[in-house]
């Protein structure tokens, strides 16, 4: 039980934050629409209570995706966060289904629905709630990514490196960002439908909320199937490669295969040293190269295999950067 809760304090931050206020959220709306019978609302209490559920799965399988390797698995437990994310987009898929159905079905039957301006205020306090939590899981990208932004600068930095991001906060980001623009097009869809008794628009809108579900859906889904897999990191491959390629006793580079699990990432590194050099001279090399290696972000493990020069050059042909 110690162990649990210990996994438990290194669970994704933002993912749990979100669950809290969108179980908020969801009670909210859903007391709402118990009142006023507004499709548009129903369509956000789904919604929010697909969100709650979805991000405190993610939280705990980010926590447990820490836990250190056994020896009946001896490669940790990295993948598991993808595998709880599988299972959560689930959830969501099924609360999108319903939304769109209970929208079609008042397009095809629209209703007048009371309590404008319960609809209104909830609806506005919920978005605004949604919106800050969208914020700070623009800032934990920011975070996980080593990089600093102020301002509206938040907002343009955290939607262009968003796929640097870990999967988990990846995930509270998209729905989030579903979740506030949803909120505005319910809030627009009530206004209208009252001001011009064109129901069937809240049905539209609970169309469309159920849409954007989908697509974080899929979205999700292919993400984290990939991680299920094991997928490779070209981007740290490429970094990781120019980092060690810059040392003076690399003469080049065989191989380099960095796979991404969950959060994690393993490092697999062939490189090529002076055939003069001693035994004790290449692992110093080796050791060197390790400690760099994983100094970066989210590298756990590094296994380097030396060779000796060849004279042919294999790391894609690039020129020796200047040292």
Do not use: C
């Amino acid at each position: 039980m110690g162990e649990l809760f210990k996994l438990l304090k290194r669970g994704n931050k933002s993912a749990m934050l979100a669950a809290i206020v969108n179980t908020v959220i969801a009670i909210i709306k859903g007391v709402a629409y118990m009142f006023t019978g507004n499709v548009a609302m129903f369509a956000e209490t789904m919604h929010s209570l697909g969100d709650a559920a979805n991000q405190f799965f993610v939280f705990i399988g980010s926590a447990l995706s820490k836990k250190a390797p056994t020896e009946k698995f001896p490669n940790g437990f990295g993948r598991l966060v993808n595998l709880v994310l599988l299972g959560a987009v689930l959830i969501v898929g099924i609360m999108a289904f319903e939304t769109i159905k209970e929208g079609y079905h008042h397009m095809v039957h629209p209703t007048a629905s009371g309590g404008f301006i319960i609809n209104i205020i909830v609806l506005g306090v919920a978005t605004i709630l949604e919106t800050f939590v969208l914020f700070k899981a623009m800032k934990e990208v920011l975070h996980e990514i080593g990089m600093e932004a102020s301002g509206p600068g938040v907002f343009a930095k955290s939607f262009a490196n968003l796929g640097r991001a870990k999967p988990a906060t990846k995930l509270v980001f998209m729905e989030d960002l579903v979740a506030t623009m949803g909120g505005l097009l319910a809030i627009l869809a009530v206004v209208i439908a009252h001001f011009s008794n064109i129901h069937w628009l809240e049905g539209l809108a609970s169309i469309l909320i159920g849409a954007m579900m989908f697509f974080v859906v899929g979205r999700v889904f292919l993400d984290n199937a990939a991680g299920v897999i094991g997928q490779a990191d070209e981007e740290m491959e490429n970094k990781i490669g120019s980092l060690v390629i810059a040392d003076p006793d690399v003469k080049d580079i065989q191989g380099i295969t960095v796979i991404k699990e969950g959060e994690d990432l393993h490092v697999e590194l062939e490189i090529e040293v002076d055939p003069q050099l001693t035994v004790a001279e290449a692992d110093d090399i080796r050791d060197r190269l390790a400690e760099k290696i994983l100094a970066e972000n989210g590298v756990v493990d590094v296994k380097i295999e030396i060779d000796e020069e060849d004279e042919v050059m294999n790391w894609e042909n690039r020129p020796r950067p200047t040292v």
